[in-house]
């Protein structure tokens, strides 16, 4: 079933409050409609450059058609057929060729360099995408295990004829934990829409989602907790899936976190190294922020479905 089809139903069947539900379909947005940020950013050429490249096709004309005057008529005897004789080259060609030279080798080398920095972002942009796709996956399984935790107690609620205190207390903690997660999980996709495509250039505002991210997986972990208390819950085949699919999914969000984190080194290295610094300038070319913690998202819990 789809995410936003199973928070539909759990509305109508009064599992989710319409805040709640609301809540969770914003969560399943957190990508929003990205445009890719490197994609037209750097396509163009500089205009000194295809000034340079269009006063050396003029030289280069200039020089292969002649000087415009009289030409001189080589002696032949003289040059080529004289013993140890050489004929030399004509030289309005030979200085057109070294001007040709100085000019294009310079542009051809900006290419080069251009090139190798747009690569390089790209790879980030790609890395990013990927980290992305993995929370997206991560909001897409949160309904799903409120769904089957949500239902469980309503079934319960209704069949018990006598709850203990205890037990009672339990179930306001999993509310509590609920209502917890589903907050975490509509911040963390505020910080996503909010950062826009720029995101990865901003330092604070990676920060930020990773203390968002952070919250959210010190949701899961409070509410797979306060779950002890209901072992006919955490061995059902439904729960337990559950708890296979978001672990892996934590797994793949630390694999593309640390990517990212490389590709953006890589990127960073190649835009301060001369000659990219100046190609970057020219180009416009930023620097891009590494996803890390702030020093208090650091000491968050991992989570535990053991």
């Known amino acids: 079933m789809e995410p ?6 759990m509305e109508r069947d009064g599992v989710l409050s319409p805040s709640q539900a609301e809540m969770l379909r914003l969560s399943l947005h957190g990508n929003g409609d990205r445009k890719d940020a490197g994609a037209t950013r750097h396509n163009k050429i500089p205009f000194w450059l295809l000034a340079a490249a269009a006063a050396a096709a003029v ?33 309005a060609l030979s200085t057109g060729l070294a001007i040709l030279v100085l000019l294009i080798v310079p ?9 190798d920095l747009v690569s390089k972002e790209e790879e980030v942009f790609e890395a990013w995408a990927q980290t992305e796709s ?29 709850v203990t205190a205890e037990r009672s207390a339990a179930v306001a903690s999993i509310t509590g934990a609920i209502d917890e997660l589903i907050e975490a999980q509509k911040s963390a996709a505020e910080q996503q ?12 505002a990676l920060k930020e989602l990773y203390a968002a991210q952070a919250r959210v997986g010190r949701g899961m972990t409070q509410l797979f907790g306060v779950m002890e208390s209901y072992p006919e819950l955490r061995s059902s085949d439904q729960f337990l899936e559950l708890q296979a699919q978001l672990e892996g999914t934590e797994n793949r969000i ?13 990127y960073n290295a190649a835009m301060r190294r001369l000659p990219g610094s100046l190609v970057a300038n020219v180009g416009s070319f930023q620097r891009k922020a ?8 650091r000491d968050a819990p991992e989570l535990q479905f053991d």
């Open 254 to 266: 630390n694999v593309a976190r640390m990517r990212f984190n490389d590709a953006v080194r890589d």
């Open 134 to 162: 993995n929370f997206q996956r991560r909001a897409d399984l949160i309904p799903a295990l409120i769904d089957t935790v949500s239902r469980y107690l309503k079934h319960e609620s209704e069949t018990l004829t006598e």
């Open 4 to 9: 936003e089809a199973r928070i539909d139903r």
């Open 290 to 297: 590494y996803f890390q913690s702030d020093e208090e998202a």
């Open 59 to 91: 030289i280069g004309l200039f020089v292969f058609t002649g000087n415009g005057g009289e030409q001189a008529v080589q002696d032949v005897a003289t040059s080529i057929n004289q013993p140890g004789g050489y004929g030399e080259m004509n030289k």
């Open 107 to 115: 542009i051809l080398l900006w290419v080069w360099f251009h090139n």
């Open 193 to 204: 829409i909010q950062g826009g495509p720029e995101i990865v250039e901003r330092d604070d």
